[in-house]
């Protein structure tokens, strides 16, 4: 059967019946977007495929519980659509459209070790699942005429039920053949009344610099709303604030959190509770968790997203939240990570997405994160398609919608305040120019052992000098800071992921080489030997240009010009004098900087020279910084006191 529905429009709106089954009605058509439109609307990717054919026309089956609607969408158009009114429906259409359609899994038979057979119509949802959660394991599928079908195995049965019931898949009849049903949503404690946990009084007793009040009330609403996104700015001590949240909560917390942040996690958890019992979860490892703190990064959950499922953590910290941002259009979270998120936050009472920057450039990278808090718009990966709608701007596109653009954005705000955390620096700290953190970096020591072996070597010998026991030294600082560079390219991809501008500082050209080859034409550099001519085409290009990295050495750069462009700066390294480090850092920290500078100092973890030197640092920068400001020229001579600690071992 074929036949043309008429129109009265340009002869390229063409709409043709091509044949019709026992499922509904197959059309051929093009340029026409209220068809186009209907599809994505009605049916969301679901009991329906559209394909291009080579006269860039498209074809699909519609069924016939849609024809009604459809027929509505063409008579609006001015279409005839008399010839889908003489369409006889089969009798047993119904049935028909329940064992084709993808709303549905049919159960076809049980395999000999528990599995079962299992069969549906097209349905991305479910595609989806099989591909990126279940990962191809325990489970083929193949495509026939009559849909989808594929064998589940007994390991993943559970699980796969779980999330097809998640996806708004009706799994009932698989759940009769399996003897399984869904828990997804299944906590029995959940229906116990909350308890509530006020912030405990101590909680700031042991934490070495003063916890502020707007710190203080920040933590109180976090546990008052239990789930919450804590989006205060850079350097307003989100991270401090978690933790405090966490200490106030009697049971196991995890943190998910980028990599090279792991670490840093685990020295602010030990500033409040120096006891804490904290397992940091590395891809390597067998799965274990902490009595207290599980710490796992981003790539590692891949590895254990299974076993953090089961563990059910009742209180879960999720920071730069915006990692997960990723999401397709039919409103599925569209990166591993951002699955494995939403999966283990799902039967969590305390949910903490934390981000500076939740929104990075389009408002549907706040979907995910206002999932894990439960908005009330955004409950279920169904609520997409309203949520895209009213602050996305859906613009059609070849295949579908596209949904990158931004509206109604002071109403999102609006939306999301009473869920939110939000502080600028500028707000909280008036009176300062300055935050400084030192991070610990996740290192090898192999080589920076060799050295300091050789060092106690030396030390022993006959006819020992310090000029010798110089030299040493300097190779272990050199050593050292190629160490922290892998860490420090990675920390600083994150400030590029939240379009920041950072500039990196370090003693060696070499640290420069390197981050200059990570970051190609993201990135500039001062370093000497420049003409001042190639100096200020660095500097022009980093202030007035897209380019985000700004490589400097620490001398070369340190004095005499202005990088107020980036408000973030990141040291790879230290230098000797801590002078050199405040001149660097007033580069951005200068007339024309409109933010609270950020500072970064990167120590490698578990060397006992660099967290040697952090510590002098952090105790002694604020007060040399205020010192040289006051004119005065009042140093340290670390080198000597890290010498002297060499000595002592």
Known sequence: MTSAICATLDSDSTIQILRTDSLGVVFRWSNFKPLNSFLY??????????????????????????????????????????????????????????????????????????????????????????????????????KDEDGFSCLLGSRILQDFINRADEADVIVSELEKASGLRSTAFDVPEFDLPIPEYPLKEDIAKNIPFPVREYQLDDVRKMLSLRRALNANEMGCGKTIEAVMVGESLPFPKLVICPATLRLNWAKEIRMCNPGADIKILLSADEFETGKDWT???????????????????????????????????????????????????????????????PKTGHNKDLFNIMRLIRHPITQTRKDFGAFADRFCDPQQAPFGYTVNGNTNDRLLFRELKPFMIRHLKAEVLPDITKVRSFIPAEVNLSSYDKIINEFLSLRIAEGKSEALELVLLGKLKKTLAAMKVANTIEFCRNFIDQNEKAVIVTCYTEVIDLVMAAFKNNAVKLVGGMTDAEKDTAIERFQNTNIQIFAMNVVAGGVGITLTASHVMIFNDFDWSPVNLIQAEDRIARSGQNFVSDIYYMYADGAEIDEYIAGVLESKLDSISKTVDGGKTENIDIKNMVLDALRRK
């Not at 981003?298 to 076993?307: N, Q």
């Not at 879960?316 to 397709?328: C, M, P, Q, R, T």
Request: charged letters at 25%; glycine letters at 6%; a positive charge.
């Open 41 to 142: 609307k009605k049916t969301k990717n679901v009991d329906y495929r559209w394909v291009m054919d080579s006269d860039n026309k498209f074809s699909c089956i519609i069924y016939y519980s849609l024809l009604p609607g459809l027929m509505a969408v063409l008579e609006k158009h001015g279409f005839d659509a008399s010839a889908l009114k003489q369409i006889e429906i089969p009798a047993d259409n119904e049935t028909n459209e329940r064992k084709a359609s993808g709303k549905y899994i049919v159960a076809t038979g049980k395999s000999n070790d528990g599995g079962v057979w299992c069969q549906w119509g097209y349905n991305a949802d479910i595609q989806n699942i099989l591909k990126l959660y279940i990962k191809g394991q325990d489970y083929r599928w193949r």
């Open 295 to 357: 710490i796992v990064g981003y790539s590692s959950l891949a590895k254990h997203r299974l076993e953090l499922v089961k563990s059910r953590f009742n209180a879960v910290f999720i920071d730069e939240a915006h990692y997960i941002k990723a999401i397709a259009a039919n409103g599925f979270p569209d990166s591993d990570r951002a699955a494995a998120t939403l999966e283990i936050c799902t039967r969590a009472r305390y949910v903490y997405p934390i981000t500076g920057t």
